[in-house]
């Protein structure tokens, strides 16, 4: 319910367009103990950060292909105000493979149980002024929602604003609670730019760009340059280069990874 609300508090529709079709699938009893299990691994190891606010990744995909780790990440932060503490998930989700993408604020269990890849996750602690910017912002549905963009592209380009992928969406945010100003992407941008943000270059030769464009609504190339895209070179933003970033620019901490069953 909470997700659903949220989806209509910032404006967005998630609308089927051309792709896959949602389709039910019955729960895999395997698959729900192991995300639940890793959700209370997560939670523990959060609590123990001594956080208030973290990026949150997940492998949800298989990426060692491209020499990645984690497929999307999120914010994880601590919810006090119900009966007992507990930390919710605000991330962006791409809707069943097609073309169009919206936020959702998740449990740490509805976070793990959606078939990843692999059961495991990886958090940043913020910066103590960082996470006190953050947090208001992201309890606030009409603010987080600002420079969300609904078109979808899994390989949006870095530095454009046509497509926004889930890990563009949380970075260009990030952007909004250092400097309230930031009003759109351009902005956002700017100030990655500014504190040393590099996009992960990505080498897709011809063929495999147009297999992915034909057969998968949630995949575009044309809002990369012409000069980047037709040399193989697609800049994206990933979690690998986002948990280096963070480090790198004094923004958080090193990354901890939490597998199902730490402590």
């Not at 959606?114 to 940043?124: C, W």
């Not at 609904?150 to 609670?177: C, D, F, H, I, K």
């Not at 992960?200 to 000069?227: E, S, V």
């Not at 193989?232 to 901490?253: C, E, H, K, M, Y």
């Amino acid at each position: 319910m909470a997700a659903l609300l949220l989806v209509a508090a910032v404006g967005l529709a998630p609308a089927a367009r051309a792709g896959q079709a949602c389709v039910q699938k019955p729960a895999d009893p395997q698959a729900v103990s192991e995300g639940m299990a890793l959700a209370v691994a997560t939670a523990k190891a959060l609590d123990a950060s001594g956080a208030t606010v973290v990026v949150l990744a997940r492998v949800g995909h298989d990426l060692s292909a491209y020499r990645l780790t984690y497929s999307n990440l999120g914010f994880a932060y601590r919810e006090t105000g119900g009966a007992r503490p507990e930390w919710r998930v605000l991330h962006k989700l791409n809707h069943c493979g097609t073309a169009m993408a919206a936020l959702y604020r998740q449990g740490l269990g509805e976070f793990f149980l959606d078939r990843p890849y692999r059961y495991e996750a990886a958090f940043v602690a913020l910066t103590s002024e960082l996470q006190a910017r953050l947090l208001p912002l992201l309890k606030d549905n009409a603010r987080i929602g600002v420079l969300n963009e609904p078109r979808y592209s899994m390989v949006a380009y870095a530095w454009g604003q046509t497509n926004q992928q889930s890990n563009q969406w949380a970075v260009e945010t990030l952007a909004v609670a250092v400097e309230p100003t930031i009003d759109d992407r351009r902005r956002a941008q700017a100030w990655m730019q500014l504190k040393g943000y590099e996009p992960t270059p990505l080498t897709l030769g011809l063929l495999k760009r147009l297999g992915a464009r034909a057969t998968a609504a949630n995949i575009a190339f044309d809002d990369h340059p012409n000069d980047k895209r037709f040399s193989d070179r697609i800049d994206t933003v990933t979690v690998d280069s986002v948990f280096a970033w963070l480090q790198r620019s004094g923004l958080g901490g090193a990354p901890v990874t939490v597998r199902a069953g730490s402590a």
